[in-house]
């Protein structure tokens, strides 16, 4: 997919479900970048982005109008105490992957979690001790580019095709750490 073109960023429609998938699929059968074993029926993940769309934002990249990427935010932890926090997703299509798509979801991503009222991003991400053919350091390098720092690593977390891979938690501060926030509030789209 040529990326030199203008790409849009746009709140995700029920129409780019099977896209989001499709490129969701990709990276659990041909990579350890998500520790899931089978990819979801497109039902299932369409579930999964409903659920969180139904109080976060999900913006997807749309080139030549095809689907070439998407970034979302959900619940952090279940405890009201978390509610300032996210964890952040974002996957790009494999042939727009270091071409500006994922700077710009994750702008987008940003910009729409700040006017909720969250404070903080949390990423997490597998990591390899040695980039291999199903896992590099790319999304690591991608996140401390975005701003994101490591704050914490668990080692040989998870076992994928035979191999055990390290898992890091990335932290991007996006608002203040005033006492007695208000509560965030659900994303409306514009």
């Given at each position: 997919?040529?990326?030199?073109?203008?790409?849009?960023?746009?709140?995700?429609?029920?129409?780019?479900?099977?896209?989001?998938?499709?490129?969701?699929?990709?990276?659990?059968?041909?990579?350890?970048?998500?520790?899931?074993?089978?990819?979801?029926?497109?039902?299932?993940?369409?579930?999964?982005?409903?659920?969180?769309?139904?109080?976060?934002?999900?913006?997807?990249?749309?080139?030549?109008?095809?689907?070439?990427?998407?970034?979302?935010?959900?619940?952090?932890?279940?405890?009201?105490?978390y509610d300032w926090?996210?964890?952040?997703?974002?996957?790009?299509?494999?042939?727009?992957?270091?071409?500006?798509?994922?700077?710009?979801?994750?702008?987008?991503?940003?910009?729409?979690?700040?006017?909720?009222?969250?404070?903080?991003?949390?990423?997490?991400?597998?990591?390899?001790?040695?980039?291999?053919?199903?896992?590099?350091?790319?999304?690591?390098?991608?996140?401390?580019?975005?701003?994101?720092?490591?704050?914490?690593?668990?080692?040989n977390c998870?076992?994928?095709?035979?191999?055990?891979?390290?898992?890091?938690?990335?932290?991007?501060?996006?608002?203040?750490?005033?006492?007695?926030?208000?509560?965030?509030?659900?994303?409306?789209?514009?």
């Amino acid at each position: 997919m040529d990326s030199g073109s203008k790409t849009e960023i746009r709140a995700v429609r029920e129409s780019d479900l099977r896209g989001l998938n499709r490129i969701y699929a990709y990276y659990v059968k041909n990579t350890a970048v998500t520790f899931e074993d089978e990819a979801p029926s497109d039902e299932e993940f369409s579930e999964r982005i409903r659920k969180v769309t139904a109080f976060y934002p999900c913006f997807v990249a749309v080139l030549h109008g095809e689907v070439a990427g998407y970034a979302y935010a959900g619940k952090f932890k279940d405890r009201s105490a978390y509610d300032w926090a996210v964890e952040t997703t974002i996957y790009v299509a494999p042939g727009c992957v270091a071409r500006g798509t994922g700077r710009k979801l994750y702008a987008a991503l940003e910009r729409a979690l700040r006017s909720q009222g969250i404070v903080n991003m949390y990423a997490c991400i597998a990591c390899p001790k040695r980039e291999d053919e199903y896992l590099t350091f790319g999304s690591v390098e991608f996140h401390k580019k975005t701003g994101f720092r490591t704050v914490g690593k668990f080692e040989n977390c998870g076992n994928k095709f035979g191999r055990w891979y390290d898992m890091v938690w990335m932290e991007k501060v996006i608002g203040s750490h005033i006492k007695n926030p208000p509560r965030p509030v659900p994303f409306k789209a514009i």
